[in-house]
Nanobody, 124 residues
Protein backbone atom coordinates (compact mmCIF):
# COMPACT_ATOMS: atom_id res chain seq x y z
CA UNK A 1 0.00 0.00 0.00
CA UNK A 2 1.19 3.50 -0.80
CA UNK A 3 1.09 6.22 1.85
CA UNK A 4 1.36 9.80 0.73
CA UNK A 5 2.28 12.97 2.59
CA UNK A 6 1.76 16.42 1.17
CA UNK A 7 3.75 19.45 2.22
CA UNK A 8 4.74 22.87 0.96
CA UNK A 9 1.51 24.73 1.59
CA UNK A 10 1.34 28.09 3.27
CA UNK A 11 0.15 31.66 3.06
CA UNK A 12 1.02 33.63 -0.05
CA UNK A 13 -0.15 36.88 -1.60
CA UNK A 14 -2.09 36.95 -4.82
CA UNK A 15 0.26 36.63 -7.77
CA UNK A 16 2.74 34.61 -5.76
CA UNK A 17 3.96 31.04 -6.13
CA UNK A 18 4.21 27.86 -4.11
CA UNK A 19 5.53 24.40 -4.82
CA UNK A 20 3.75 21.49 -3.23
CA UNK A 21 5.35 18.10 -2.78
CA UNK A 22 3.72 14.71 -2.45
CA UNK A 23 6.08 12.15 -0.97
CA UNK A 24 5.28 8.45 -1.04
CA UNK A 25 6.29 5.74 1.39
CA UNK A 26 5.55 2.06 1.44
CA UNK A 27 5.05 0.54 -1.94
CA UNK A 28 6.49 2.61 -4.75
CA UNK A 29 3.90 4.71 -6.50
CA UNK A 30 5.82 5.00 -9.75
CA UNK A 31 3.39 2.49 -11.27
CA UNK A 32 0.45 4.85 -10.83
CA UNK A 33 -1.01 7.96 -12.28
CA UNK A 34 -0.83 10.44 -9.40
CA UNK A 35 -3.28 13.26 -8.99
CA UNK A 36 -3.62 16.51 -7.08
CA UNK A 37 -7.03 17.60 -5.89
CA UNK A 38 -8.20 20.42 -3.68
CA UNK A 39 -11.10 21.20 -1.39
CA UNK A 40 -12.11 24.74 -0.63
CA UNK A 41 -14.31 25.50 2.40
CA UNK A 42 -17.89 24.47 1.74
CA UNK A 43 -17.06 22.89 -1.62
CA UNK A 44 -16.53 19.43 -3.00
CA UNK A 45 -13.10 18.03 -3.69
CA UNK A 46 -12.08 19.06 -7.18
CA UNK A 47 -9.47 17.92 -9.63
CA UNK A 48 -6.36 20.03 -10.13
CA UNK A 49 -3.82 18.00 -12.08
CA UNK A 50 -2.56 14.47 -12.69
CA UNK A 51 0.52 12.89 -14.17
CA UNK A 52 1.16 9.47 -15.70
CA UNK A 53 3.67 7.16 -14.06
CA UNK A 54 6.18 7.85 -16.83
CA UNK A 55 5.58 11.58 -16.72
CA UNK A 56 4.80 11.66 -20.42
CA UNK A 57 1.12 12.53 -19.95
CA UNK A 58 -0.34 15.29 -17.82
CA UNK A 59 -3.89 16.43 -17.19
CA UNK A 60 -4.97 19.80 -15.84
CA UNK A 61 -8.19 21.43 -14.75
CA UNK A 62 -9.11 24.36 -16.94
CA UNK A 63 -8.90 26.68 -13.95
CA UNK A 64 -5.18 26.02 -13.47
CA UNK A 65 -3.91 25.52 -17.02
CA UNK A 66 -1.00 27.79 -17.78
CA UNK A 67 -0.44 28.54 -14.10
CA UNK A 68 0.23 25.15 -12.46
CA UNK A 69 2.71 22.49 -13.52
CA UNK A 70 2.74 18.92 -12.27
CA UNK A 71 5.92 16.84 -12.37
CA UNK A 72 7.34 13.75 -10.74
CA UNK A 73 10.64 12.24 -9.72
CA UNK A 74 10.14 8.50 -9.39
CA UNK A 75 13.64 8.00 -8.02
CA UNK A 76 12.62 10.26 -5.14
CA UNK A 77 9.08 8.85 -4.96
CA UNK A 78 7.78 12.39 -5.12
CA UNK A 79 5.26 14.30 -7.21
CA UNK A 80 5.35 18.09 -7.34
CA UNK A 81 2.83 20.79 -8.09
CA UNK A 82 4.34 24.13 -9.03
CA UNK A 83 1.70 26.82 -8.60
CA UNK A 84 2.26 30.25 -10.10
CA UNK A 85 0.07 33.34 -10.41
CA UNK A 86 -1.97 32.24 -7.43
CA UNK A 87 -5.25 33.96 -6.71
CA UNK A 88 -7.64 33.82 -3.74
CA UNK A 89 -9.82 31.26 -5.57
CA UNK A 90 -6.92 28.81 -5.26
CA UNK A 91 -7.28 28.80 -1.48
CA UNK A 92 -7.98 25.22 -0.40
CA UNK A 93 -6.55 22.13 1.19
CA UNK A 94 -4.55 20.32 -1.46
CA UNK A 95 -4.40 16.53 -1.54
CA UNK A 96 -2.52 13.99 -3.60
CA UNK A 97 -3.35 10.36 -4.25
CA UNK A 98 -2.47 7.49 -6.56
CA UNK A 99 -5.04 6.51 -9.15
CA UNK A 100 -5.84 2.98 -8.11
CA UNK A 101 -9.18 2.46 -9.87
CA UNK A 102 -10.31 2.51 -13.43
CA UNK A 103 -11.93 5.70 -14.50
CA UNK A 104 -11.14 9.22 -15.50
CA UNK A 105 -8.09 10.97 -14.14
CA UNK A 106 -10.17 13.96 -13.09
CA UNK A 107 -12.61 12.32 -10.68
CA UNK A 108 -11.84 11.62 -7.01
CA UNK A 109 -13.42 8.14 -7.04
CA UNK A 110 -10.60 6.94 -9.31
CA UNK A 111 -8.15 7.51 -6.46
CA UNK A 112 -7.45 6.02 -3.05
CA UNK A 113 -4.94 6.30 -0.19
CA UNK A 114 -5.34 10.04 0.12
CA UNK A 115 -2.79 12.04 2.07
CA UNK A 116 -3.75 14.38 4.92
CA UNK A 117 -3.53 17.45 2.73
CA UNK A 118 -1.68 20.72 2.96
CA UNK A 119 -3.35 24.10 3.36
CA UNK A 120 -2.80 26.77 0.72
CA UNK A 121 -4.11 30.25 1.51
CA UNK A 122 -3.87 33.07 -1.00
CA UNK A 123 -4.52 36.57 0.29
CA UNK A 124 -5.81 39.36 -1.92
Amino acid sequence: QVHLTEFGGGLVQAGGSLRLSCAASGRTFSDYVTGWFRRAPGKEREFVAAIAWSGNRRWYADSVKGRFTISRDNAMNTVYLQMNSLNPEDTAVYYCAPKTYRGSEDVPRSYDNWGQGTQVTVSS
